[in-house]
Nanobody
Framework: QVQLVESGGGLVQAGGSLRLSCAVS????????LGWYRQAPGKQRELVAM???????NYGDSVRGRFIISRDNAENMVYLQMRSLKPEDTAVYYC?????????WGQGTQVTVSS
């Protein structure tokens, strides 16, 4: 069973930065998609950022220009650099990896941005 373990969440003031990490127990070299999603209380899970087929990236409208997704194939890591954080970025952030029909999620890491 593939495991994804997120880390790096926490409490930060508005305008601050955080870097989330996702350790994947299987090689991500051939992954079709690597992504970060988030879910705030009472809201649906939404896309934050995604790398598709190792080539293109896609960002949610609310984070474009502030967040950057990256990968380290050698270490099987996926990162999310978050800058200029806003209170509305407060959510549980989930890592996601897909190989064809196989989808895997991490357990989530809480990010709280205070105003």
């Amino acid at each position: 069973q593939v495991q994804l373990v997120e880390s790096g969440g926490g409490l930060v003031q508005a305008g601050g930065s955080l870097r989330l990490s996702c350790a994947v127990s299987e090689s991500i070299f051939s992954a079709d998609a690597l992504g970060w999603y988030r879910q705030a209380p009472g809201k649906q899970r939404e896309l934050v950022a995604m790398i598709i087929s190792g080539i293109s990236t896609n960002y949610g409208d609310s984070v474009r220009g502030r967040f950057i997704i990256s990968r380290d194939n050698a270490e099987n890591m996926v990162y999310l650099q978050m800058r200029s954080l806003k209170p509305e970025d407060t959510a549980v952030y989930y890592c996601h990896v897909r190989w064809g029909p196989r989808n895997y999620w991490g357990q989530g890491t809480q990010v709280t941005v205070s105003s």
